[in-house]
Nanobody
């Protein structure tokens, strides 16, 4: 079965950049739609970005569009979230998620990673 492991979270200053990785095993990521979610203390989980299975179409939440980029490297069986121009509001645990279709992933799909902490400070 598919397993997902996130990495790349760190403490960064406002305006900085991070690249999060979601490494898959047990299956190839090209067979799944992959989404990134985040959750901050006291807040509900929110969707950040998604990449579809079929044609690689990408989708972004309005609050990250223009700053974050989701991509897939099938050769490395990994999905990335490049985060630029980070703001304190981006502080959260970031999770990757997978299921067979983006319409499912946007609501939270079957497979989840353990999360990686991103902290943005001034």
């Amino acid at each position: 079965q598919l397993q997902l492991v996130e990495s790349g979270g760190d403490l960064v200053q406002v305006g900085g950049s991070l690249r999060l990785s979601c490494a898959a095993s047990g299956a190839t990521v090209d067979y799944y739609a992959i989404g990134w979610f985040r959750q901050a203390p006291g807040k509900e989980r929110e969707g950040v970005a998604c990449i579809s299975r079929s044609d690689g179409s990408t989708y972004y939440a309005a609050f990250v569009k223009g700053r974050f980029t989701i991509s897939r490297d099938n050769a490395k069986n990994t999905v990335y979230l490049q985060m630029n121009s980070l703001k304190p509001e981006d502080t959260a645990v970031y999770y990757c998620n997978a299921d067979i279709d983006s319409s499912i992933v946007v609501r939270g799909g079957k497979y989840w990673g353990q999360g990686t902490q991103v902290t943005v400070s001034s």
